[in-house]
């Protein structure tokens, strides 16, 4: 299955400040068809990214970035918006009580209710975005960039291959398998709690929690799952290409302070890292690949 995307800058900032319950690009249907009738978000206009400020995520209030702007709806109120025009116009940004969003000193919407996103992070990410719509423009900001082919990248499945061990007649493994070694059982399982379609192209899973086998981190052919309880992330490769991940003894820290345990990984900790390294160097190669060649044309 061929895969010819682009992206935005806006979407690229978003992943960067990614955390759980703050979903880019791949939301939920439950929750992205409470859209249109409680944010009042038109059938033709592009979601970004959402923020659920639920208690359960169940999407009936938080934030939304669109291809028009900002639009929210704050527990027990009615749904509000901003154009990214108007945000242009807003000189400060700050958070008061920790939950309470102000522009230009007027209490805008609220993070109160049952998000766990850090006040100050989202803060800086509104900052970051009005910060780039006053030094270049809303159309920059949506600028659609071509990305490479990841078809079943040989590249990209080679790289899983270089750090399995598999021997299926002893049915020993360090936790990663890649492609026709991953058990029919456990792909069923990954696409349920993925919400992965049949055309969805999963090439390896490494599994971190082995009394929950569904969780660990996905490689797909578009990118990449985070998956433990109470976090919940996706990179497309573009995003994960320069995404910093760092080891701190039993803990991915993932972009802006996401913590990933591999306490119960059977992979050694350092060879995770280096997994993760590697993936990144060939997305990098790939992606800069695709880059010049475009550039020549």
């Known amino acids: 299955m061929s895969i010819n995307k682009s992206y935005n800058h806006l979407s690229e900032l978003c992943f960067k400040y990614q955390q759980d319950k703050f979903y880019v690009e791949k939301i939920p249907h439950t929750i992205l068809s409470k859209s249109q009738k409680r944010f009042k978000i038109s059938p033709d ?3 970004i990214a959402y923020l659920d400020t639920t208690i359960l995520g169940v999407g009936k ?4 970035f669109t291809n028009y702007g900002i639009r929210w709806r704050n527990l027990g109120g009615k749904a509000e918006k901003l154009a990214w025009e108007d945000l242009d116009e807003v000189n ?3 958070i008061q009580k ?3 969003v102000y522009f230009d000193h007027k209490k805008t919407f609220l993070l109160g209710g049952g998000t766990n996103y850090p006040a100050t992070l989202f803060i800086e990410l509104l900052v970051s975005i009005r910060d780039y719509l006053k030094n270049y423009s809303v159309e920059l900001l949506f600028e ?3 990305l490479p082919f990841y078809t079943e990248t040989n590249e990209i499945k080679n790289t899983c291959v270089l750090f399995e061990k598999y021997e299926e007649a002893f049915e020993i493994n360090n936790g990663l398998v890649v492609k026709e070694h991953i058990p029919k059982n456990t792909d069923e399982k990954l696409r349920e709690h993925y919400h992965l379609s049949s055309q969805d192209n999963i090439i390896a899973f490494l599994s971190t929690l082995p009394f929950k086998k569904q969780n660990g981190i996905v490689v797909m052919e578009d990118g990449i799952y985070f998956k433990e309880p109470f976090v919940s992330l996706y990179y497309p490769w573009y995003a994960f290409r320069d995404l910093t991940i760092m080891l701190a003894e ?4 993932i972009g802006k302070n996401n913590v990933f345990h591999l306490l119960h990984c ?4 350092s060879e995770v890292m280096l997994f993760l390294r590697n993936l990144q160097q060939i997305i990098n190669i790939l992606h800069d690949d695709y880059v010049s ?3 020549s044309l």
């Open 61 to 64: 209030n938080g934030i939304y």
């Open 45 to 47: 206009e592009k979601v």
């Open 293 to 295: 060649c475009y550039k």
């Open 144 to 146: 659609e960039h071509l």
């Open 250 to 253: 039993d803990e991915l820290i």
């Open 266 to 269: 059977n992979m050694d900790n």
């Open 98 to 100: 920790n939950v309470e």
């Open 92 to 94: 400060s940004i700050t």
